[in-house]
């Protein structure tokens, strides 16, 4: 049972991945590979904070701020500088190794006896109940303000950014700058996941981005499948699907690995996974 | 209201793909003026449009509208003067946002789009007011995404979208094209009514030379990118016949 629970939190933790991801892909209709690089800048950022300043509200805005300037600087590539939106977001994804290298002065900070998010919320005992309220709790802050965000005037421009770009613009929305704030915003939410798994996980460690995009892209992908099939299609709901998601993922993911499956095929099951998500509906429509 | 004083542009200059879409244009649209311009395809008619509207630059000449300088303003910019009706009704419309999310964004079309929530049960019925003037049943269909109404229905909202804030030139490329007659001959009526009722001046580039011969008060032809006839009259359509014989 502890398994699953753990699994879930995991996945409660993931959902802040999924938002951003649900942001860039779904809402700007641009694959955003910096994902990959501003996850573990999110876990970095938290680790450098908390080692030095054991703050735990600095280290999580930091490292939104710091999610914000990396997908800032991919809109800026690929609105300014013109280049495709994959490859910009594949160079700052690179350079961000190196950043994140740095940042850190090795490969792996380990979290021993430094304070972090959980233990907030210290008027409840159990440790996993703890755990659990505290991202339970960040999670409906997020699905608040992202449904209150993407219903304002600036969210609908920002959502008919992705959707008619000549139309926008015909209403006096500057698109380059849109999707700048677009992708800052997305990277920001996708680095608060980093901070708060690097702080469930209790390290940060240089590799831990490899791959998230591809989770958070399936998580996104599974919660809009179980919408579909609800056949609830509102802003409020296509959010708490990014949370079932995210969270049905990584049972998945636990189910696997209770089977006995050797962690390391955990990300060749992960990427098939998505591509039976992604597949499936394509292979239904033919029939 | 729009002053073009020799305007040129050519697209892909020094290569064998050289096109010279416009030579030394020099227009002056008065205001409330309701151009049609006629000419057939490549005469360069929707790049001098996408001018005016700024979406291509021009490489040479000036722009003015209501008297101030814009040759180097963004499309995005002009949007405060101009509201545009496009060929393709999915260009004029968000497909996947509701129809009161896309009359919330025509709704501030020249102001800022701030972190307010302006979907309120005031502004949902002005908007149901507006459309029922429609006659198209849509006024009940508020929350339903854009996609899933007919290109027509699409083209009949953008006309109500472009008056849902101030607006002082309306340009329409072939608005009714892509439309069956009777829906083309409603559209146009009703872009005909709101240019009137609201005093905009307009530009309308079609081939229908039926429409051009019913709207208007001033027929432009236009030539291997020049201008080649400017009546500032209403043409009947056996004139218009004979501009293309």
Known sequence: ?287 | MINLTDINKTFNPHTPQEVRALRDINLHIANEDFVIILGSNGSGKSTLLNIIAGNILADKGQLTIDNQAVTHIKDYDRSKWIARIFQDPFSGTASELSIIDNFRLASIRTKKKGLTIGINNDFKKTVRDKIAMLGLGLEDKLEQPMGTLSGGQRQALTLIMAIMDDAKILLLDEPAAALDPKTSEIIMQKANQLIHEFHLTAILITHNLKDAATYGNRVILMKEGSIAIDKKEKVTINELHNWFS
């Open chain 1, 1 to 287: 049972m502890n398994f699953y629970l753990s699994a879930i939190m995991l996945g409660l933790g993931f959902v802040s991945l999924g938002f951003g991801i649900f942001i860039s892909m779904r809402i700007f209709n641009i694959p955003d590979i910096t994902t990959d690089g501003s996850y573990t800048l999110g876990g970095v950022v938290t680790a450098v904070i908390l080692s030095k300043y054991s703050s735990v509200p600095m280290a999580l805005m930091l490292s939104f701020i710091a999610g914000i300037i990396a997908g800032s600087a991919t809109g800026f590539i690929n609105t300014k500088l013109k280049v495709n939106a994959l490859l910009a977001g594949i160079l700052i994804m690179t350079a961000l190794y190196s950043v994140n290298l740095s940042l850190m002065g090795r490969s792996n900070i380990p979290l021993i006896n430094l304070p972090t998010v959980f233990d907030w919320f210290s008027f409840i005992n159990d440790n996993s109940m703890r755990q659990f309220s505290i991202l339970l709790f960040i999670t409906i802050l997020l699905v608040a303000f992202l449904s209150w965000l993407l219903k304002t005037d600036f969210g609908i421009a920002m959502r008919a950014t992705g959707n008619s770009e000549t139309m926008v613009r015909a209403m006096g929305v500057d698109t380059s700058r849109m999707k700048i704030m677009g992708l800052a915003l997305a990277n920001g939410l996708t680095a608060v996941s980093g901070s708060l798994i690097t702080q469930y996980q209790g390290f940060a460690d240089i590799n831990m981005g490899i791959g998230i995009v591809i989770l958070g892209l399936g998580s996104v992908m599974i919660g809009e499948t179980m919408m579909n099939l609800l056949k609830v299609n509102s802003l409020f709901f296509r959010l708490i699907g990014v949370i079932i998601g995210t969270v049905v993922f990584r049972l998945i993911l636990a189910v696997a690995l209770s089977l006995g499956i050797d962690p390391n095929y955990l990300k060749l099951i992960t990427a098939l996974i998505v591509l039976a998500v992604v597949s499936l509906p394509n292979l239904r429509k033919k029939v």
